[in-house]
């Protein structure tokens, strides 16, 4: 298995949990090619700086947002939601109360919605677990219940990510392990990226959950949880992505059998695949 290279890391002054998907060993010997696709957590508090990093230097021009409509519009628009070079997707993978689907439609279209009082997961819907997953660990069964009740959204994430050409993209949700986890994991599985090393990407959040919480607990949207919970809660494990892979391999063949059946067949396929892989 790789070594977690700390060149991976994209050291921002705004985020704590950004990195590479590039450089990443293939099943066919090959290598991921960075600069494509990276991964991160909230992009909220980004300085001018970091957003000519991220456009001018790496070429930035998507940014894949997979939190909820509520999270979104209690932190605020971003310094990158007014830059023009870049176009911004929401894929929420939570099920939400309400008819709205496009936050950035309500927040330019209807600046007047109003937010739960007690706070932004009381925006969201009961998750529904599967009868054959209720035995798995709860960690496991959120990361099932993203492809089990927002399927369509991971697919379309990843189809949005399959479409932007050769200039980067960028996935995140609020801490960049679970939401941007498992679409990371798919995306990876997709490019040949073997199933340890998949594991060990997603693992790699572990080194900077410290200041990861940190960050979140400055937030009043993330405070609460990040108060409640210790720290250990909040961190990744890699037997958490692995089983979860194992449950996809088991089940559907693996990311690419999932994806198929999820209406992301072969051509679309191999467009992601070739964002990753020269």
Request: with cysteine.
């Amino acid at each position: 298995m790789t070594p977690p290279h700390t060149d991976r890391w994209i050291r921002l002054d705004g985020t704590t949990n950004t990195r590479d998907l590039g450089g990443l060993p293939t099943t066919d010997g090959g290598r991921t090619v960075p600069g494509r696709i990276l991964r991160s957590d909230n992009l909220q508090t980004l300085s001018d700086a970091d957003v000519a990093r991220l456009v001018e230097q790496i070429g930035l021009r998507q940014v894949v947002d997979l939190r909820t409509t509520a999270e979104i519009l209690l932190e605020g628009r971003g310094p990158l939601r007014s830059h023009p070079d870049v176009t911004h997707r929401h894929f929420t993978l939570l099920p939400e109360r309400g008819h709205h689907t496009d936050v950035f439609a309500v927040e330019e279209d209807e600046p007047g919605i109003e937010l739960p009082a007690a706070g932004w997961a009381e925006s969201l819907l009961p998750r529904q677990v599967a009868a054959h997953d209720e035995e798995e660990p709860p960690a496991v069964r959120s990361y099932l219940g993203y492809l089990g009740q927002r399927g369509d959204n991971v697919v379309a994430a990843l189809r949005a990510i399959a479409e932007a050409g050769d200039s980067a993209s960028l996935v995140h949700c609020a801490a960049g392990k679970d939401r941007t986890g498992v679409v990371c994991a798919l995306a990876l599985g997709v490019a040949g990226v073997p199933h340890e090393e998949i594991v060990a990407d997603y693992a790699l959040t572990a080194q900077i959950i410290d200041a990861l919480v940190a960050k979140l607990a400055a937030s009043p949207t993330y405070a609460q949880d990040m108060e409640t919970r210790d720290v250990g809660s909040h961190t990744p494990r890699a037997e958490t992505m692995d089983r979860v892979l194992t449950l996809l391999d088991e089940r559907f063949g693996g990311p690419s059998g999932w994806l198929e059946a999820h209406g992301f067949g072969a051509a679309e396929q191999a467009a992601l695949r070739a964002r990753l892989r020269d």
